[in-house]
């Protein structure tokens, strides 16, 4: 590898997949601080690497204008003549985009349906390594084998805006998900800051989530919870989780948010398994799941709408106790 390559890295997915795609940001500089990166992400996503020191650009793909933006980003990409594309995700659209990008070196996943004319090609296996390992093996062409952790960077201003939550102890709460069968139930969360010792609860998610957490909310009329749905940015609230006593999330983007500013984290995995490789990475985390031996979990890799089973006793399996201890 060049002493100071050019590299390029793709990652247009959703939230937790651009956060954890950092590592390869920090890995890179890491073994080569001259580096020069640049990472490209779906649109709303760019706020997750504003700050990060170890990029030269951010690049946006807006889906809504997708195939005309496709074409201007493979432009702007020949004419930055790139050592090193590296191309994390596994669908044809990032492919044409890596196979046309005049690298000299592509590098992706050999289930990308493009990956024929990628110059390396990488398989990717779901289970038995965490994602983060699978993805940098994307970098051994570049010579680079040592992993660093996700991080990313709250500026000043968005540290300052979360200050005047941080007078007394207090833990967060991330009690939604996009998917039914990822969340905690809501009457759960309920029982978990009713056994939290009057400590300050914020619960965090984003505007969509809102409506969920004021179920939990009104019924802890007595106890000191703030519903900051919607109120704080995803870095804003990672900033908020770092000096927690304890942030509870379920298996979904906060639990990302959590292991890129090592904060620490109890993740509660449904339906889901950590084994897939998406579980935390802070120094203090904690793994909660049901201890029942059920023949139908997991039932996915992302999640349901519903159950497929009707009982969600990969939920309901899970107690309140197994919580509340990671707060002694």
């Known amino acids: 590898m060049k002493s100071s390559p050019v590299v390029l890295i793709i990652q247009t997915a959703f939230i937790g997949d651009v956060i954890l795609a950092t590592s390869l940001i920090e890995s890179i500089r890491a073994e080569a601080p001259s580096a020069t990166i640049d990472f490209v992400v779906r649109k709303g996503n760019e706020e997750l690497l504003a700050g990060n020191p170890g990029l030269r650009r951010v690049l946006v793909l807006d889906k809504s204008r997708k195939y005309r933006q496709v074409m201007e980003l493979i432009k702007d990409f020949r004419r930055s003549r790139y050592d090193y594309v590296i191309n994390v995700q596994r669908y044809a659209t990032t492919g ?26 990488v398989e990717h296996d779901v289970g038995g390594v965490h994602e983060i390992t699978r993805n940098l093996r994307l970098l051994a062409p570049l010579g680079i084998e040592k992993i660093v952790g996700p991080r990313i960077y709250p500026s000043e201003k968005q540290w300052e805006r979360v200050r005047e939550f941080k007078t007394k102890p207090y833990l967060t709460i991330s009690p939604a998900s996009v998917w039914f069968t990822k969340q905690w139930p809501a009457e759960r969360w309920v029982e978990l800051v009713k056994g939290a010792e009057r400590m300050n609860v914020f619960l965090l998610g984003g505007p969509g989530d809102k409506d969920h957490c004021e179920r939990i909310s009104v019924q802890l009329p007595e106890h000191p919870v ?9 870095v804003e609230s990672a900033a908020l989780m770092k000096d927690a006593h304890m942030n509870f999330v379920n298996d979904s983007a906060p639990l990302h948010l959590a292991s890129a500013m090592n904060a620490p984290v109890a993740a509660v995995f449904c339906s889901t398994v950590p084994e897939f490789g998406f579980g935390p990475l802070s120094e203090m985390s904690f793994v909660i799941q049901t201890e029942e031996k059920l023949q139908c979990r997991p039932c996915g890799l992302h999640g349901f709408k519903a159950c497929p089973q009707g009982h969600f006793r990969c939920a309901s399996g899970i107690g309140v106790d197994r919580l509340l201890r990671t707060l002694a």
Not at 96 to 120: D, E, Q
Not at 226 to 234: A, D, K, M, P, R
Request: proline share 3%; aromatic share 12%; hydrophobic share 45%.
């Open 226 to 234: 703030v519903n900051l749905c919607g109120q704080l940015s995803l």
């Open 96 to 121: 044409l985009m890596t196979a046309l990008s005049g690298g000299r070196y592509t590098i992706g996943f050999a289930s990308n349906p493009l990956s024929l004319f990628f110059t390396k090609r």
